[in-house]
């Protein structure tokens, strides 16, 4: 975690992708580049760091720095943790002739969350359209790297998970703690410019911190498809 001290921003809070100065770098991007890590390093006196002392803003936290908002961090991380956990379901399951798809087991699923939404407030229908897509998310690895396995089978997994004892018990788990985030960021989640700004950031940060490749990456979108959209329509019980 950077900790950025409230006078100064440090130098990874100005270059979080780290300083990358190329040849294609335009002159004048590069000057003003070197002043401002010059005043970095010389202690702030010039013009970029001589304005009025704006307080550091953290994920979470308003400019006023006392009413806390929501982030989206924890349930984007949640999200792909679920995620990770389908290269153990594929793994569970590779060369066994189990399907991936199992509507069995998805409609378990959905139960579950039905029934967790409703004792801790939170419309089943935001819970259930949200772990529609954590399933699809994790078909989607699941047939990816059973395509990948099938063509490069040195990079098939060495170890069988259980999937009953072991996979799924650790999918449910992670269950809860998504609802209670889905609930936590009610107020933030939406078809707004602030909300997928907030999820993009959160998006990039994630692959970025846990090197998801393409597939989960891609995944993670699917994952994440209905966080800044308008709530669904409620049905008339049929889905
Ligand atoms: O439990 C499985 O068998 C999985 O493949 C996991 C999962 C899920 O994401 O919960 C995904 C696809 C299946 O259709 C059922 C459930």
Redesign the pocket.
């Known amino acids: 975690m950077a900790g950025g001290s409230a006078t100064r921003p440090s130098f990874t809070e100005v270059f979080p992708e780290g300083l990358a100065m190329s040849a294609d770098l335009p002159l004048s991007r590069s000057i003003a580049i070197v002043s401002m890590v010059t005043a970095l390093v010389l202690g702030g006196s010039s013009v970029a760091f001589a304005a009025p002392r704006a307080p550091v803003v953290t994920p979470g936290q308003t400019a006023d720095g006392i009413r806390q908002t929501a982030s989206l961090v924890p349930l984007t991380d949640l999200a792909v943790q679920r995620i990770l956990l389908s290269d153990k379901?594929a793994a569970a399951k590779f060369g066994t002739g189990r399907p991936?798809?199992?509507?069995a087991?998805?409609q378990q699923?959905l139960d579950q969350v039905t029934t967790l939404s409703t004792g801790m407030g939170l419309d089943p229908a935001v819970g259930t359209r949200f772990f529609r897509d954590?399933?699809d998310a994790?078909?989607v690895v699941?047939h990816g790297l059973y395509a990948l396995w099938g063509t490069r089978p040195k990079l098939r997994p060495a170890d069988r998970p259980d999937?009953t004892t072991e996979v799924?018990p650790q999918?449910d788990k992670i269950t809860t703690e998504v609802l209670e985030q889905l609930k936590a960021t009610a107020d933030i989640r939406g078809a707004n410019h602030a909300c997928a700004v907030q999820l993009s950031g959160a998006t990039a940060s994630a692959v970025r911190q846990r090197h998801l490749d393409r597939l989960h990456h891609d995944a993670l979108n699917i994952a994440l498809r209905s966080v800044c959209t308008a709530p669904s329509r409620p049905t008339n019980g049929t889905g």
């Open positions: 379901v991936i798809d199992d509507p087991r998805e699923v954590q399933i994790g078909k699941q999937l799924r999918l």
